[in-house]
């Protein structure tokens, strides 16, 4: 499946499992991300995204925001919006 780059992990929390993402792109609930990195490889459907603990239904490039994930994620991961 198509894919398109839409930001870069910088942080992760191991409690709740969060990953902080900076956005250069646009992403909301809904969407397949695929996160890949060094020792990286996921794909998940976002169903809870936050903006400075705010839930949000979007977001934009630009915005840093915290995605659950179901594994660790690693600073300096690229985020992809999986494009059905």
Same mark, same amino acid.
Not at 14 to 43: C, F, N, Q, S, W
Not at 59 to 68: H, Q, R, Y
């Given at each position: 499946?198509?894919?398109?780059? &839409?930001?870069?992990?910088?942080?992760?929390?191991?409690?709740?499992?969060?990953?902080? &993402?900076?956005?250069?792109?646009? @992403?909301?609930?809904? !969407?397949? &991300? +695929? @996160? =890949?990195? +060094?020792?990286?490889?996921?794909?998940?459907?976002?169903?809870?995204?936050? #903006?400075?603990? /705010?839930? /949000? =239904?979007?977001?934009?490039?630009? !915005?840093? /925001?915290? &995605? =659950?994930?179901?594994?660790?994620?690693?600073?300096?991961?690229? /985020?992809? =919006?999986? #494009?059905?």
């Amino acid at each position: 499946m198509p894919e398109e780059v &839409i930001g870069k992990v910088n942080d992760f929390f191991a409690r709740p499992v969060v990953a902080g &993402i900076e956005l250069t792109g646009t @992403i909301k609930l809904g !969407d397949k &991300i +695929h @996160i =890949k990195g +060094h020792t990286t490889d996921m794909e998940l459907t976002v169903d809870s995204m936050q #903006i400075n603990n /705010v839930d /949000v =239904k979007e977001a934009k490039t630009g !915005d840093n /925001v915290g &995605i =659950k994930v179901s594994d660790r994620v690693r600073r300096g991961d690229t /985020v992809y =919006k999986v #494009i059905d």
